[in-house]
């Protein structure tokens, strides 16, 4: 079932920020636990994409302030040394479920994957296939473009 755009419940991705190699089969949807503050403290923002139409999901839609709306937290900044490329740790939680924050599978991230946090990958996915599509510079768009349009 294709979300319906009613009230900005979501928005598209362009083209430069789709993800051509990954497949939705492996999970629809993926939501990005980004750390959050510039000093590196615990707290953090997601964000959450529907891999199959390539959308991103409101963390909050019924809320109007933007950026708890999209991000889930009332502040989301990258540090100045995580605007071009994220290097901090991130999770990343993979899901059939829109409303499942806990994941099927969940990877951990810092500049590389580092493997599984829970679940198992299903197949055709590795560490070094994620690699190949996930990357440092797409964390950092992804996060700027939902910044600047939301």
Not at 5 to 20: G, R, S, V, Y
Not at 91 to 102: A, G, R
Request: aromatic share 14%.
């Amino acid at each position: 079932m294709e979300l319906e755009n009613n009230n900005n419940d979501f928005l598209a991705l362009p083209q430069n920020l789709k993800l051509n190699e990954y497949n939705p089969d492996w999970a629809r949807y993926l939501t990005l636990k980004y750390q959050n503050s510039s000093d590196c403290s615990d707290e953090y923002s997601k964000v959450k994409i529907d891999l199959l139409y390539n959308k991103i999901i409101p963390i909050y839609p019924k809320i109007d302030d933007s950026t708890k709306k999209w991000f889930g937290s009332w502040e989301a900044l990258l540090s100045n040394d995580n605007n071009e490329t994220y290097s901090s740790s991130m999770l990343m939680v993979f899901s059939n479920t829109i409303d499942d924050d806990y994941g099927e599978w969940r990877v951990l991230w810092h500049d590389t994957i580092e493997g599984l946090d829970d679940g198992n990958y299903p197949e055709g996915v590795s560490d070094s296939k994620l690699d190949e599509i996930f990357s440092g510079s797409w964390f950092s768009k992804i996060h700027s473009f939902l910044n600047q349009n939301s």
